[in-house]
């Protein structure tokens, strides 16, 4: 089995520092089961709280976004270089996305991917990352 071959990894933040909260990218789950939402904060500001946690709707856009009860991961002001893994599975409607809640007057610095996984067709297209490469059992030598 060859893990790349059956995921889909997307950006869903850039890397960027600040106080306000942040969207993720838009993700079109048809055709999906799952996604797992990987966030990677670096420094985050002494006395500053937030979160993380996802959003769905039937709007491409998200215009209806809603948030999902129960998705919610706390993060907090000694959470600095921590990684927040949050899964989703089946979500209820077409369009998600995850959204880190900051509270607006402390400066936090993160980036996250999502990885979509139980595609309906195989192989996956590698349309959105930047190289793939599979080594089978490689020999030692040069690289």
């Not at 999902?68 to 991961?73: N, P, R, S, Y």
């Not at 893994?85 to 610095?109: C, I």
């Not at 309906?120 to 990352?129: F, H, I, L, T």
């Amino acid at each position: 089995m060859n893990l790349g071959k059956q995921i889909k990894i997307t950006t869903a933040l850039d890397y960027a520092e600040a106080a306000a909260s942040r969207n993720g990218a838009v993700l079109d789950m048809a055709g999906w089961d799952g996604v797992i939402g990987v966030v990677k904060h670096a420094a985050i500001a002494t006395g500053a709280a937030g979160d993380i946690h996802w959003e769905q709707g039937e709007d491409s856009n998200l215009n209806d976004a809603a948030d999902l009860a129960g998705t919610k991961i706390a993060v907090a002001d000694d959470d600095d270089d921590q990684v927040f893994v949050s899964e989703l599975y089946k979500p209820r409607e077409r369009y998600v996305r995850l959204v880190v809640t900051k509270d607006a007057s402390h400066n936090q610095a993160e980036s996250a991917i999502y990885i979509q996984y139980r595609g309906r067709k195989q192989p996956v297209s590698k349309a959105g990352a930047d190289e793939y490469e599979l080594h089978i059992s490689p020999a030692e030598g040069t690289k």
